[in-house]
DNA sequence: GTGAAAGCGCTAACAA
DNA sequence: TTGTTAGCGCTTTCAC
């Protein structure tokens, strides 16, 4: 079905039709209500294309993200399915399970879908990410990593964020203080956090020790077994563990549970996250809550100011809560 | 920047430039190059309306969901990315938020945006769906509900699966089983699954007791109240109770160990859903493992089959795993 | 108040 | 091998 057709049906012309869709210029009240009901009756619908291609305007945004089916993905879309669908907006999806090609990939797949603008969920940010959103030339705001400049980003401040939960352990007598961290390309998480760690270190005159660090990989086992290693590592056994995630906490705890601990009271754990399973878990996780959320509305805020051509802030940080619970 | 003027900039037509793109008809080895050498150059796209306006076809797939951040949600798109990227189809993502009114107006919006094909994850299933899903006239499949003839359906057997783990803990011995639903208006799970769990009771010659009985409303808090409810309203203690979802099953956890019980010594407590979550959680939980990712996946092959219109099954069923754990 | 016509950027049939 | 041309369905002047 077309403007054209039901022009026909109507007896009257397309330009009235779309008069009418848009309630642009004048219809006679009689014309109107005819077309109304013609429209109602054949449930046709104006092809957004057709739309698009004129008005060189999709009203629609791309969201690039590395996983979606991961909590704070999960709440990150939830927030800006709530921004885009008050502006009108519909969200186009891109899943790159982690590939750097695929990120690549949506970059440009999106272009050619005409977005309005992207917001890219990243875990890095190459030179190359660089080079292709220039030629891009679309608005766009990077969510998760500082952008060196390259678009506005909405980030967490990770290494304050580490330090404030590791000075709150030390503070609390946990002294001897073991990190897991996650690898360093992944400069936020990985670079950030574990910068926090050694700040707080340094800050409290400790010592800092290679054997109570050790890397995960976001996972709980990969947390289980990075506390095994510091465990059996270090005749010194550490007082608490400073993990760079929830997950990797559970981890921790889970190891230190079956090598007959107690947690807090042999050791203490806590994690960064604050999402569901801190909340729950048994212990409560001691954690830092991320409020991914907020940090979904507020890019896309971010993003329709600049598709509206208004002046916007090249980094905002979502503050962090440092949440007391049962682990630490 | 337009094929146009692409064309112009290789001295050539819109034509050659189409073909060069889309790999099709005869084009001179040097003009070939020449143009990719501009386009990579330029960074020129074509714009995909324009081709989809002329194909009818946009590539694009819409999906339609009550809670985006949902961990059962997250894996269902995680399943349909993964086939829409492998067969090049981009996804429009719906957030409802649970609101019936926006699953309409997304369901009309999708049809505005020209998707080849819709997949609904739907909670309730109206004679208004019907209606609208008629005359949307756009391939759709049904994910989560049974669809009535409406369309294909992927879905659990929501009511065998609460018959499994209901048997199960009968027994084990666990006779007095008391459960935790939610409302029927949701058909599959707050109907199905009341309706295996009563199956069971059946089958083993155990009398129905309305005291042990209680609605929740899918979160921790509601199963931590329903349990209380049905504690406080029975002098005659269940041994075992069987939450609908996991989530619940916690909360009854919770409930139970805060009256100093203990799980599942004291009383068992299952569950369903076997995400992240049950895995974890100390005790872990006795649950029966629902696969969304692969209920995503097969939705996606089932869509895309209507798409290519092949002959398609009405209703698929996915298969569900008793995982037994700690808890129960 | 309404209609005719041009044009958005692309593809595909047809000619050359 | 390549270019010309006619739309795809819609919006938007510009006439009437």
Redesign the pocket.
Known sequence: ???????KL??????????V??N?????????EKVEKIIEETG????????A????KSSTIGVILPKINASSSGDTVSGITEIASKKGYSILLGNTSHSQEKEIEFLNLFK?KQVDGIILVATIITERHKTIIDKLNIPLVIVGQDSKGIAPCVVFDEEKAAYDMAAYMIESGKEKLAFIGVDESDIAVGGGRKAGYKKALKKNNILLKKEYIENGAFTVESGYEACKKIWENNNNKPQGIFASTDKMAIGAINYLLDIGLDVPKDVAVSGIGGGFLSKYYKPKITTLFYDYKKSGIKSAKLLFDLIDKKEVEQRVVIEHKLIKQESA
């Open positions: 079905m077309t403007i054209k057709e039901v022009a109507a007896g009257t012309s397309p330009a009235t039709i779309s008069r869709i848009n642009s210029g004048y219809v006679k009240k009689e014309v109107r046709y619908r104006p092809n957004a294309f057709a739309k291609l004129h008005q060189k050619e």
